[in-house]
């Protein structure tokens, strides 16, 4: 099971996306100074919208950790989301409602896979697809160089990814373990 797929199951609402594959397969992806962020599969219906998403760092090096982080502001907004932004084509900031992650250290590198729901906009009634823009400000690594001493490594971005999502009519039901 991939780290995506993994992150997925580990919450009830979005386990039906690992199980039946269901979503849209987007495999975007963007490097910065080594460290890979990749928008893996995407899913719209009208109660939300889930992007699953990874990140690597360069094979030679020992990661135990990644964070992703939102809109990259030189003087921080106490106000701004701290996780990854959401738009939609009419630059409305969506919200985010869920949020379930896995690592998988015998990746090289390291791989980090998460999860995010964000609710949905207000969509009409019929509509077929609908435009967004997920963006990651910073990505914060944690680098195993010594043993119980771990390396803050950040990577200032931005991670940009723009895409259209077809919209289920219906939507995701949430399983139990």
């Given at each position: 099971m991939s780290v995506v797929d993994q992150a997925f199951y580990l919450d009830e609402s979005t386990r039906q996306m690992a199980d039946e594959k269901i979503g849209i397969e987007l495999n975007q992806s963007q490097t910065i100074e080594g460290f890979t962020m990749s928008v893996k599969r995407a899913y719209a219906d009208k109660k939300?919208?889930?992007?699953?998403?990874?990140?690597?760092?360069?094979?030679?090096?020992?990661?135990?950790?990644?964070?992703?982080?939102?809109?990259?502001?030189?003087?921080?907004?106490?106000?701004r989301d701290i996780l990854p932004a959401l738009t939609d084509s009419h630059?409305?900031?969506?919200?985010?409602?869920?949020?379930a992650a896995a690592f998988d250290t015998d990746a090289q590198g390291g791989e980090y896979g998460q999860a995010l729901r964000y609710a949905s906009p207000a969509i009409a009634e019929g509509t077929k697809e609908i435009e967004l823009h997920f963006e990651v400000g910073k990505i914060v690594a944690y680098e195993q160089v010594r043993e119980g001493e771990p390396k803050v490594v950040t990577i200032?971005?931005?991670?940009?990814?723009?895409?259209?999502?077809?919209?289920?009519?219906c939507c995701l039901t949430p399983q139990s373990k």
């Open positions: 939300q919208i889930v992007i699953g998403y990874t990140i690597s760092g360069p094979q030679e090096r020992n990661f135990s950790a990644f964070l992703a982080s939102g809109v990259f502001n030189e003087a921080p907004d106490p106000t630059g409305s900031r969506l919200s985010i409602i869920g949020v200032t971005g931005p991670f940009e990814f723009s895409f259209v999502l077809p919209v289920e009519q």
